[in-house]
């Protein structure tokens, strides 16, 4: 299996990285590693497989990010994600909202590093896939170098090779997973130290990041960037990403992309798939240019379009061509 490259990648967000939005991200970008939203165990084991784990190839390399802490059900998952295809299986240990917390994953998962380390364990020894987390660097309090490197030691010793670190640490109770998002101080400096004391793993940081030069600065200390509210608010910002950081000009413009997703979103309404269910992702397609509101405005007004009315979405594209206003803000 050839090495995945992760050097910048999109974040795992619920109800917003479903395989709609990574195909719509993928027209954009040919080098990003694109990942799933959380998807728990359960609803894996005992839901509709087909349509919760089902994409498209034009998406990879993507990877799947699961949420739990039953080793038995971890191990399930695995093989039924490796067979789906995926290139990737990522452990949830960062999120913080107190329904996750409930089913004890996410972010609580921090403060049990023996049961981690067992989960993850078990998980690299039942796929031929690579296993890698995604955490915090702490916890309420607890935002200590010597804590965060014990947790990474251990998560390396599983034969996990990569782990993501968000910035920041999680607030267990009294916030909301949105406030954990901001409130919590951003401290680059610790996932910095964090590569410098395990120079033989891959360590992504993540957190903030909105332009390519804060990309440059962070590759300079670490092995990769992985990007989230950045993209999806302004998805065309993997645009610049694409030119400066993987030296690609071959990129297509807004309008081809919107063309390509009139055709996608045909095929998908056949399937059953709603047009809202796809055109909400691509909202931010026009920020930052003249006729963006326009644009925005257009899609609120008609994409709870009922399948029968796919031949309202071919109007987007006329929206687009016929307005010359749409051009970026100097």
Same mark, same amino acid.
Request: charged residues 30%; contains cysteine; proline residues 3%.
């Given at each position: 299996? =050839?090495?995945?490259?992760?050097?910048?990648?999109?974040?795992?967000?619920?109800?917003?990285?479903?395989?709609?939005?990574?195909?719509?991200?993928?027209?954009?970008?040919?080098?990003?590693?694109?990942?799933s939203e959380m998807i728990a165990t359960g609803a894996i084991i005992n839901?509709?497989?087909?349509?919760?784990?089902?994409? =498209?190839?034009?998406?990879?390399?993507?990877?799947?990010?699961?949420?739990?802490?039953?080793?038995?059900?971890?191990?399930?998952?695995?093989?039924?994600?490796?067979?789906?295809?995926?290139?990737?299986?990522?452990?949830?240990?960062?999120?913080?909202?107190?329904?996750?917390?409930?089913?004890?994953?996410?972010?609580?998962?921090?403060?049990?590093?023996?049961?981690?380390?067992?989960?993850?364990?078990?998980?690299?020894? =039942?796929?031929?896939?690579?296993?890698?987390?995604?955490?915090?660097?702490?916890?309420?309090?607890?935002?200590?170098?010597?804590?965060?490197?014990?947790?990474?030691?251990?998560?390396?010793?599983?034969?996990?090779?990569?782990?993501?670190?968000?910035?920041?640490?999680?607030?267990?109770?009294?916030?909301?997973?949105?406030?954990?998002?901001?409130?919590?101080?951003?401290?680059?400096?610790?996932?910095?130290?964090?590569?410098?004391?395990?120079?033989?793993?891959?360590?992504?940081?993540?957190?903030?990041v909105t332009d390519t030069n804060q990309i440059k600065s962070h590759l300079?200390?670490?092995?990769?960037?992985?990007?989230?509210?950045?993209?999806?608010?302004?998805?065309?910002?993997?645009?610049?990403?694409?030119?400066?950081?993987?030296?690609?000009?071959?990129?297509?413009?807004?309008?081809?992309?919107?063309?390509?997703?009139?055709?996608?979103?045909?095929?998908?309404?056949?399937?059953?798939?709603?047009?809202?269910?796809?055109?909400?992702?691509?909202?931010?397609?026009?920020?930052?240019q003249r006729g963006a509101g326009k644009w925005k405005r257009y899609l609120?007004?008609?994409?709870?379009?009922?399948?029968?009315?796919?031949?309202?979405?071919?109007?987007?594209?006329?929206?687009?061509?016929?307005?010359?206003?749409?051009?970026?803000?100097?």
């Amino acid at each position: 299996m =050839s090495k995945l490259n992760r050097k910048i990648s999109m974040a795992p967000m619920m109800d917003c990285t479903d395989r709609h939005d990574r195909y719509f991200l993928r027209l954009i970008s040919k080098n990003i590693f694109l990942y799933s939203e959380m998807i728990a165990t359960g609803a894996i084991i005992n839901g509709d497989k087909k349509k919760i784990l089902e994409f =498209s190839e034009f998406e990879k390399p993507v990877a799947l990010q699961l949420g739990g802490s039953n080793k038995k059900e971890l191990v399930e998952c695995c093989k039924i994600i490796e067979d789906f295809g995926y290139d990737e299986i990522n452990l949830n240990l960062g999120c913080p909202s107190k329904k996750v917390q409930k089913n004890k994953f996410g972010a609580c998962l921090i403060k049990e590093p023996d049961l981690v380390a067992d989960c993850l364990s078990a998980m690299v020894q =039942s796929t031929k896939l690579p296993v890698t987390a995604k955490t915090r660097i702490g916890y309420d309090d607890v935002e200590d170098f010597d804590y965060l490197n014990l947790f990474v030691e251990k998560i390396k010793n599983t034969g996990v090779k990569t782990i993501i670190l968000h910035a920041r640490k999680a607030i267990l109770k009294g916030l909301s997973p949105k406030e954990n998002l901001r409130i919590p101080k951003l401290n680059y400096k610790m996932v910095y130290e964090i590569k410098k004391s395990n120079p033989d793993i891959e360590i992504i940081i993540n957190g903030a990041v909105t332009d390519t030069n804060q990309i440059k600065s962070h590759l300079e200390k670490v092995d990769g960037v992985m990007i989230g509210r950045a993209i999806y608010q302004s998805p065309y910002f993997l645009a610049d990403i694409e030119r400066e950081i993987f030296q690609n000009n071959d990129i297509l413009s807004r309008e081809i992309i919107v063309e390509k997703l009139i055709e996608y979103v045909g095929n998908e309404v056949k399937k059953g798939t709603r047009v809202n269910q796809i055109m909400r992702h691509t909202v931010g397609l026009y920020h930052g240019q003249r006729g963006a509101g326009k644009w925005k405005r257009y899609l609120s007004d008609n994409m709870m379009a009922r399948d029968s009315d796919f031949q309202k979405v071919k109007h987007i594209l006329n929206v687009v061509q016929n307005n010359e206003k749409i051009e970026a803000v100097t």
